[in-house]
């Protein structure tokens, strides 16, 4: 079956804009995490959301950061007010229900932010 | 969160080579995961060891989970083996924690 998808892969945008990323989870997979890779920091968690519980958005730096996730497929990261330290690549990764019996994560290809 | 320290961070290695790469935990986890990152960026998963020991082709993968490690062997490495190898753990079924990345170059 596929696997995560995630678009645009590439997004260049002006220090102030918005911006909104999305991600496709693998198919029965209910649990979706994001992610960030930049230079400074490396790979850091930004928000975590299951079934229908509330998301777990401990990761989030800053209120400029918000994240849905529609039907319990689809999410969307949403940037405001871009910042030049928001460049980086965001990965999305799902996972099966816990119920499952393992908690492995599979990641996307990620998109990459430049913020001009 | 959870601290990983991986180790070494640059290994260059003449193609036919064997390597370990080590990561340690600062706490227990259960959900331990070895991945490649390719040219691209995209992660690939090598391995899921919470414990134990798994082989797929000339990698395998010993997590010895009361110690908080796990070790990441490589044998008879090849040039497309290249790239950054990460470790990340995490407790359950929260998120990751990653660590810096070990970066292999194998050269022919």
């Known amino acids: 079956g596929a696997g995560v998808s995630q678009s645009p892969s590439n997004k260049v945008t002006e220090k102030g804009k918005d911006v909104e990323l999305r991600c496709d989870p693998i198919s029965g997979h209910t649990a979706l995490y994001w992610y960030r890779q930049s230079l400074g920091q490396g790979l850091e968690f930004l928000i975590y959301f299951q079934g229908n519980s509330a998301p777990d958005k401990s990761g989030l730096p800053s209120d400029r950061f918000s994240a849905e996730r529609t039907g319990g497929s689809v999410s969307t990261l949403t940037i405001q007010r871009t910042q030049q330290e928001d460049s980086a690549v965001y990965l999305c990764?799902?996972?099966?229900?816990?119920?499952?019996?393992?908690?492995?994560?599979?990641f996307g290809p990620g998109t990459r932010l430049t913020v001009l | 969160g959870i601290q990983v320290e991986q180790s070494p961070p640059d290994l260059i290695l003449q193609e036919g080579a064997n390597s370990t790469l080590r990561c340690n935990f600062s706490d227990s986890v259960n959900n331990l995961q070895w991945f490649h990152q390719n040219p691209w960026g995209q992660l690939i998963n090598l391995f899921y060891i919470p414990s134990g020991t798994k082989q797929n082709g000339r990698l395998s993968a010993t997590t010895v989970a009361t110690e908080r490690y796990s070790l990441l062997y490589i044998s008879s490495s090849q040039t497309t083996d290249s790239g950054v190898y990460f470790c990340?753990?995490?407790?359950?079924?929260?998120?990751?924690?990653f660590g810096t990345g070990t970066r292999l170059t194998v050269i022919p």
């Open positions: 990340a753990g995490a407790t359950g079924a929260n998120n990751l924690f």
């Open positions: 990764a799902s996972r099966l229900p816990t119920s499952g019996g393992s908690n492995e994560q599979f």
